[in-house]
């Protein structure tokens, strides 16, 4: 059975600072791989997504995220953290027919 | 107006009582899920549906119910609400076409069961 492990609950950096979040998967076949983003009493917004090719992938809002095979990873990448990056992330992975979630990293930014 | 709509955006009501849930959708998307958010635990899956024919059980459907009304709508019942459903609920499609999975989310419904 596919299952997405976010390791990090929480995570706390100081504005201008690089970030990454942690991202590995189980699945048998190769993954469809999703980030998304939930900001304070907001909905999800998809950050950025890996189908095929490239496996270094460009979102929204300055981040990226690399696919390594080899280790079953996803993580999600920022060179320099903005106050308003403070939110939920989640890592996903589809399987064709529905997106089985991680359990999120909250991030703080502090100034 | 939001592609994805949920209805309510937040409730309030008691142990025992019936509440539904309802989803509209205008991306002309044929698959709909619910899913159920609660801190520490990420997004759930309840129901999903591939079109209005085929409903299909998440890995936590006990205690809710869903009809498929028609292709653009899908709602979510819950015919005695108890505390631990207290949680947030998010409505979301997908486009069989793409089959990637990728969903597209409503805003998400507040519920809280006193």
């Known amino acids: 059975a596919q299952s997405v492990t976010q390791p990090d609950i929480h995570i706390t950096v100081s504005e201008g600072a690089s970030l990454e979040l942690r991202c590995n998967y189980s699945?048998?076949?190769?993954?469809?791989l999703f980030w998304y983003v939930q900001s304070p009493g907001q909905g999800l917004q998809l950050l950025l997504k890996y189908f095929s090719g490239d496996t270094l992938v460009q979102g929204i809002k300055g981040f990226e995220a690399e696919f390594k095979r080899s280790q079953s990873s996803f993580n999600l990448r920022k060179p320099s953290v903005h106050w308003s990056d403070a939110a939920e992330y989640f890592c996903a992975v589809g399987s064709g027919y529905a997106l089985n979630f991680g359990k999120g990293t909250s991030l703080l930014v502090t100034p | 107006d939001a592609d994805v709509t949920q209805t309510p955006r937040n409730r309030i009501t008691k142990t025992g009582k019936r509440i539904m849930l309802e989803c509209s959708q205008t991306k002309g998307h044929d698959r709909m899920y619910w899913y159920r958010q609660d801190p520490g635990l990420g997004l759930r899956l309840i129901y999903y549906?591939?079109?209005?024919?085929?409903?299909n059980k998440g890995e936590i459907s006990d205690g809710y119910s869903v009809s498929r009304q028609a292709q653009a709508k899908f709602s979510l019942s819950l015919e005695s609400a108890i505390p631990n459903q207290t949680a947030l609920y998010f409505c979301?499609?997908?486009?069989?076409?793409?089959?990637?999975?990728?969903?597209?989310f409503g805003e998400g419904s507040r519920l809280t069961v006193l």
């Open positions: 979301a499609t997908s486009d069989l076409q793409q089959n990637t999975g990728e969903l597209f």
């Open positions: 699945y048998g076949a190769t993954p469809y």
């Open positions: 549906s591939f079109d209005v024919k085929d409903i």
